[in-house]
């Protein structure tokens, strides 16, 4: 029982943790001087209270990809529903969905704990390696001209034919 207190505890400061990341989002995309005049809340609604357009959920988009990367797929989540639920759709919502995926993508073991927890206790530990440096950039060389073929030699001209010599006379 203790733990279901923590677990509800942790969602609990999670869901504020949240709600606060998506309440600075939402001022980055539509200015502080809107949101003063409305206070953001998991009841706050995307259509009727902030009246956010199309372009500012592609930017919100773009936001919590930034932030939660690609766990978090807010075009996703939108496609899920119909046109009447996107318009009724509140930030709470929007919190919550964030919540289970992240929660979910840290419930799962990551590659490198699985192997090391398979790995036998005499192994040695796993280091890291140095980090890969790039090299100099790589370049196109010139192309090579290719030299034109040179033209057979021209036969040599014929001799002209001898004159007949004078027979001397004797």
């Known amino acids: 029982m203790a733990s279901d207190t923590t677990d509800s505890a942790a969602r609990t400061a999670g869901t504020?943790?949240?709600?606060?990341?998506?309440?600075?989002?939402?001022?980055?995309i539509v200015g502080?001087?809107?949101l003063l005049a409305e206070e953001v809340t998991m009841k706050t609604?995307?259509?009727?209270?902030?009246?956010?357009e199309s372009i500012e959920f592609v930017a919100l988009?773009?936001?919590?990809?930034?932030?939660?990367?690609?766990?978090v797929d807010l075009m996703g989540f939108l496609a899920e529903k119909d046109m009447e639920?996107?318009?009724?759709?509140?930030?709470?919502?929007?919190?919550?969905h964030i919540g289970r995926v992240t929660h979910a993508a840290l419930s799962r073991p990551r590659p490198e704990t699985v192997t090391a927890?398979?790995?036998?206790?005499?192994?040695?530990?796993?280091?890291?390696?140095?980090?890969?440096?790039?090299?100099?950039?790589?370049?196109a060389a010139a192309p090579t001209p290719v030299p034109k073929?040179?033209?057979?030699?021209?036969?040599?001209?014929?001799?002209?034919?001898?004159a007949p010599t004078p027979a001397k006379a004797g």
């Open 16 to 28: 504020a943790g949240i709600l606060a990341e998506i309440t600075g989002m939402l001022v980055e």
């Open 32 to 34: 502080d001087e809107f």
């Open 45 to 52: 609604t995307f259509n009727a209270d902030l009246a956010l």
């Open 61 to 71: 988009a773009e936001l919590l990809h930034q932030r939660y990367g690609r766990e």
């Open 85 to 96: 639920e996107i318009l009724a759709m509140s930030v709470g919502e929007l919190v919550e």
């Open 117 to 139: 927890a398979a790995a036998p206790a005499t192994a040695a530990p796993v280091t890291a390696t140095a980090p890969v440096t790039a090299t100099a950039p790589v370049t």
């Open 149 to 162: 073929p040179t033209p057979p030699p021209k036969p040599a001209p014929k001799p002209a034919p001898a």
